[in-house]
């Protein structure tokens, strides 16, 4: 080969490794760059936009659930609680966000005044002006190191600080807290998750904290009754809900030893889609959209709670119900429907006592829309009694061995528990394709 012809295959080489990096940094640049995110009113009506591109939020409270999921279900975005979440960093967060197409309302976390256990602040003292300002330079590193990301959607500062709160000066930080935010990152709204509405509150939070862009309102049953919350509050700002879904286990009957009735996933899905309709969507002058939870599941009272899938990652009705809001058609394969659950003959209702060892018998009946064939798990678990508030961490009841002769239909034969007490019988109804249901029935081994 001639000295000519390897100067010349050199420099053909070169120009292919600067066009490769040029191409490669103008897609890292263009990955790097930041979203112009805004609330505007227009015609008297609130509207979120992302780049000047009108963007409703069809979202869903997410910490550990399936993000590929929800964007395949049709979501566009996830909230958060904090930026770290003890698993994953706050950018590997936004960036898992990001290679979906899904934005990210970020939650800081915030120091709380109520007593609780589990992650974050608890027993905070906001007359403690040190302490307060310790804290905002800790949120600022946070907004510093995050605020440019593309995933990024909004700035949610705290989440619920006004429950079991009497301390005004909560908002005044939250303010300085929103303010600096400005300051520093001129892109992206803020705004701080409330634990339902009232006259009382909103007063506070226009005297103290103006500089929100907007609110994040929290409700499950009574989310039904937030029209007519907001206009007794005089709040005719921008909103989002950031939290609603199941019934909460403090709206529901419970039986004369105190255990909550526990709505099956049938039940839930369909009160899904009734709030989501009768309040949600019905909104279009001042709601923004909102984050149905949760996308996941999570140890509240039961295992089945709020989560909105199963421990083993299969769906319930309900995120069928989300999908059908987000993309106007059903997903392919969906939950089974549970029609009845018995023990003993009684529903849930009847306040059931059992002898200690007991024999007893349940009967889940169901269908499934597309045939499948369905296998059912039992297990037995004492009523949770180490419970917390507002979401803090619990731990999960281990079943009782040795209950069941066979528990692999929908009829059972079983023991009650040896020891007296409080339990609680659970079903899951697993359609092997992705999706199941789930029921439980509280009941009371009586004493000698």
Not at 155 to 178: H, K, Q
Not at 221 to 250: F, K, Q
Not at 401 to 424: I, T
Request: net charge negative; glycine share 10%; charged share 20%.
């Amino acid at each position: 080969m001639s000295h000519q012809r390897r100067h010349h295959i050199l420099a053909v080489i070169l120009l292919l490794i600067a066009v490769i990096g040029c191409q490669a940094e103008g897609k890292g640049t263009q990955k790097q760059e930041t979203n112009k995110v805004e609330v505007r009113q227009e015609d008297g009506q609130y509207q979120l936009y992302v780049n000047g591109d009108p963007f409703y939020i069809n979202g869903a409270g997410l910490e550990f659930g399936n993000v590929e999921a929800l964007a395949a279900h049709g979501g566009n975005s996830f909230r958060t609680w904090r930026t770290d979440n003890g698993r994953d960093t706050g950018m590997e967060v936004l960036d898992r966000a990001h290679a979906n197409g899904l934005m990210v309302t970020m939650g800081i976390e915030i120091a709380r005044e109520r007593p609780g256990s589990g992650r974050g602040v608890f027993n905070f003292d906001y007359s403690d002006s040190a302490a307060v300002a310790a804290q905002l330079a800790t949120v600022q590193d946070e907004i510093l190191l995050y605020k440019d990301h593309p995933a990024l959607l909004m700035w949610g500062i705290g989440n619920e600080l006004n429950l079991g709160a009497t301390n005004p000066l909560v908002w005044d930080a939250v303010n300085d807290i929103s303010k600096m935010i400005h300051e520093v990152d001129g892109n992206h709204p803020t705004l701080t998750m409330l634990a339902g509405i009232s006259p009382e509150l909103i007063a506070q939070i226009k005297a103290r904290a103006p500089d929100l862009d907007l609110l994040g309102i929290q409700m499950y049953a009574d989310i039904i009754n937030l029209p007519r919350y907001l206009e007794e509050s005089d709040w005719n700002g921008p909103y989002v809900v950031t939290e609603w879904g199941a019934t909460g286990h403090w709206e529901v009957p419970t039986t004369p030893w105190g255990a909550p009735l526990e709505n099956n996933s049938t039940v839930k899905a369909d009160w899904y889609d009734r709030r989501y309709e009768t309040v949600i969507a019905s909104d279009t002058i001042q709601c923004i959209g909102s984050y149905v939870f949760l996308w996941g599941q999570k140890q509240e009272r039961t295992p089945t709670w709020y989560g909105m899938f199963m421990p083993n990652g299969d769906k319930t009705a309900a995120v069928d119900v989300m999908h059908y809001k987000w993309t106007g058609t059903w997903p392919a394969n969906q939950a089974p429907r549970i029609n009845s659950f018995t023990l003993n003959g009684l529903e849930a209702t009847d306040n059931i006592e059992l002898s200690p060892s007991a024999d007893a018998a349940s009967i889940v009946v169901t269908n499934d829309f597309e045939g499948d064939s369905l296998s059912y798990h039992w297990t037995v678990r004492p009523e949770a009694t180490a419970v917390g508030h507002g979401g803090d961490d619990e731990a999960e009841p281990e079943p009782i061995p040795g209950l069941f002769a066979s528990a692999d239909g929908a009829q059972v034969n079983l023991k009650a528990p040896s020891e007296p007490g409080a339990y609680r019988l659970f079903v899951d109804i697993i359609d092997g394709q992705g999706s199941a249901a789930h029921a439980n029935i509280p009941f009371l081994v009586a004493g000698e």
